[in-house]
């Protein structure tokens, strides 16, 4: 059935290096590949997006990258800072099982960034 | 505009009892999607609400209900509750004009059940 799968659960960095968060994804049809931060006791915030017709969109210190072929998506953080610390999610949105707006989410990988 | 918000934020219930828990859509937007978060299980879909009809459905008990009114709002229902219900439950809005939209998601409301 669908699957995101999510790696790793946790990751800890200094303050100015990079992070980066895998997911794989089942459903050859998805098409749309969201990424969300949630800090503690709150709600999950969009940060970055991507569509299946972009190998790759970068908003800032923030990128994500697609492979179609290997159903693969990655996250990139730079420069990381100590308030990039939160869990990440990313998900996939499965045309195979009603798309629309559905979205299959990975566990989710705990950021932290020490000063 | 003002982003999208849930009632109750905080809920204690009892095995058995049922609770319905409400959602307000971001203005002009027409879809409401529902979550379930817990520790074990992450992000779960529950369903999405388009027009006041449910147009996708994930793996839940039937127990698990929602509805849509003219106005976009969202309620849902969880009845005969289990303590295995205790969870997040957030709310995500979105335009609903096409498939894989931008959701932004509400505050949640929390729900204990003893």
């Known amino acids: 059935g669908e699957n995101v799968e999510q790696h790793p659960s946790t990751l800890s960095v200094q303050e100015g290096d990079s992070a980066v968060i895998k997911c794989t994804y089942s459903?050859?049809?998805?098409?749309?590949f969201p990424w969300y931060k949630q800090e503690l006791g709150k709600r999950p915030q969009l940060i970055i997006d991507?569509?299946?017709?972009?190998g790759e969109k970068k908003d800032q210190r923030i990128a994500v990258t697609l492979n179609k072929t290997a159903k693969h998506f990655s996250l990139h953080i730079t420069e990381t800072q100590p308030e990039d610390s939160a869990v990440y999610f990313c998900?996939?949105?499965?045309?195979?099982?009603?798309?629309?707006?559905?979205?299959?989410f990975g566990a989710g990988t705990r950021l932290a960034v020490h000063p | 505009k003002a982003g999208v918000t849930q009632t109750p934020r905080y809920l204690i219930k009892t095995r058995g009892q049922q609770v319905t828990l409400s959602c307000s859509p971001i203005?002009?937007?027409?879809?409401v999607s529902w979550y379930q978060q817990t520790p074990g299980q992450g992000l779960q879909f529950l369903f999405e609400?388009?027009?006041?009809?449910?147009?996708n459905k994930g793996n839940f008990p039937g127990r698990f209900s929602g509805r849509q009114f003219s106005n976009s709002r969202s309620e849902m229902n969880v009845s005969t509750l289990e303590l295995g219900d205790s969870a997040l439950y957030l709310c995500?809005?979105?335009?609903?004009?096409?498939?894989?939209?931008?959701?932004?998601f509400g505050p949640g409301t929390r729900l204990l059940v003893l």
């Open positions: 995500a809005s979105s335009s609903g004009q096409g498939t894989g939209e931008t959701q932004y």
């Open positions: 991507i569509r299946s017709n972009v």
């Open positions: 998900a996939a949105n499965p045309l195979f099982s009603g798309g629309y707006n559905k979205l299959i």
């Open positions: 203005s002009g937007h027409r879809s």
């Open positions: 459903d050859s049809a998805s098409n749309y």
């Open positions: 609400y388009f027009s006041e009809t449910q147009r």
